[in-house]
């Protein structure tokens, strides 16, 4: 039984040692293009899976929008994404730095309303109204962020 076994593995093995892989595109893009597109894929994805009715309302297409920032075609994009997708290390690596882009967004945000918060509580405490924290702050209270 373990002779098959061991037979059965050795044949899966090899079989899938002839898988081929896609070509290298004509435009290859780097793997910081990748990783900042892939970046801005998801971010897009995101933002319209968790607020579809705001997306619909905008009218803005996302993937002619990272088509024009990133000056490619969806065929280019595509050859790229098998590119890279087949070989598996790279393509790895390339996700690992768009998780840590990920992570540094959400330190950012976290940053921001940790700061909100603490004027929101400081407008509390004494009372000003809303308008004011600017002043406070030494904004210009006109100007809108």
Not at 77 to 84: A, W
Not at 109 to 126: A, G, T, V, W
Request: some cysteine.
């Amino acid at each position: 039984m373990n002779k098959i076994t061991a037979v059965i593995l050795v044949l899966f093995t090899l079989s899938c040692s002839d898988v081929e892989k896609s070509p290298q595109p004509e435009n290859l893009f780097s793997k910081d293009k990748m990783v900042a597109l892939l970046t801005d894929l998801y971010l897009v994805e995101g933002a319209i899976s968790s607020n579809k009715g705001a997306y619909l309302k905008t009218g803005v297409q996302p993937s002619s929008f990272l088509y024009e920032k990133y000056d490619m075609d969806s065929i280019s994009f595509q050859e790229n994404l098998n590119y890279y997708t087949d070989r598996v290390e790279e393509y790895l690596l390339i996700m690992d730095e768009v998780q840590d882009n990920f992570k540094s967004l959400q330190d950012t945000l976290n940053l921001r309303q940790e700061r909100i918060n603490k004027e929101e509580q400081k407008r509390i405490s004494k009372n000003i109204p809303k308008e004011y924290i600017k002043e406070l702050e030494g904004s210009d209270p006109d100007e809108e962020l």
